[in-house]
């Protein structure tokens, strides 16, 4: 078992430019959530899928977000036409059988 | 809406010094309360589920209770490597398997 693991770690990029980020969750783990944190705040839910089907979409994501999970295996969360207010921690988790959700390191996108 | 409520915000204690974290919640029903350890720059590590009113769990140096209203985590002794933020977060009955709410969270030092 290595955790969830997510890349890159770090993304520095420029407004207006297109990002895309990975995460692996753990391999029997048939459920997979996205959030975001910015600094002195939790954990704030973006999306959620269970194998591949995305099932839940925070109200909150703009049209500029999209996630997909093909095959039911990694992740990935693309935001296009960044704007600075997009900068912060983003975090994969993922959750077997049980309704734990164990949490990657996180990518930190800071938008210039 | 679900809310969660840590406090205090800060908290500073002597090495040895016991203490407890608070966490306050409002949901519709509880599936469940977890408790997360934060460090600087990395992910959410899990530490404690709580399901019901009464129940206890414990870890080292920590100790988690629930109550209808209220969760807390008790600090026996604590030592300078339990420095971190502690993140609480609650599952809704009506989103099962879905979303956690966190606060805000509880950034704990513990001075040598």
């Known amino acids: 078992d290595t955790g969830v693991s997510q890349d890159p770690r770090h993304k520095i990029t420029k407004r207006g430019q297109n990002v895309t980020f990975r995460c692996d969750p753990i391999s029997e783990h048939n459920r997979l959530y996205w959030y975001r944190q910015t600094l002195g705040q939790g954990p704030e839910f973006l999306t959620y899928?269970?194998?591949?089907?995305?099932?839940?979409k925070s109200r909150l994501l703009s049209d500029r977000f999209s996630a997909e999970r093909p095959k039911g295996s990694f992740s990935t969360l693309e935001i296009q036409r960044t704007e600075q207010g997009d900068s912060a921690m983003y975090l994969c988790?993922?959750?077997?059988?049980?309704?734990?959700?164990?949490f990657g390191p996180g990518t930190r996108l800071t938008v210039t | 809406e679900d809310q969660v409520t840590q406090s205090p915000e800060a908290l500073r204690l002597q090495e040895g010094e016991s203490s407890s974290l608070n966490c306050s919640y409002t949901?519709?029903?509880?599936?469940?309360l977890f408790w997360y350890r934060q460090d600087p720059g990395k992910g959410p590590e899990f530490l404690f589920t709580?399901?019901?009113a009464g129940e206890e769990k414990e870890k080292e140096r920590l100790k988690a209770t629930l109550t209808k209203k209220e969760s807390f985590l008790h600090i026996t002794a604590p030592k300078p490597e339990d420095s971190a933020t502690y993140l609480c977060a609650v599952l809704d009955v009506a989103g099962a398997n879905s979303k956690l709410t966190f606060g805000k969270g509880i950034t704990l030092s513990v001075r040598p």
């Open positions: 709580l399901y019901s």
């Open positions: 988790a993922s959750a077997g059988i049980s309704y734990e959700q164990y």
């Open positions: 949901v519709s029903g509880l599936r469940g």
């Open positions: 899928f269970q194998n591949e089907a995305q099932l839940e």
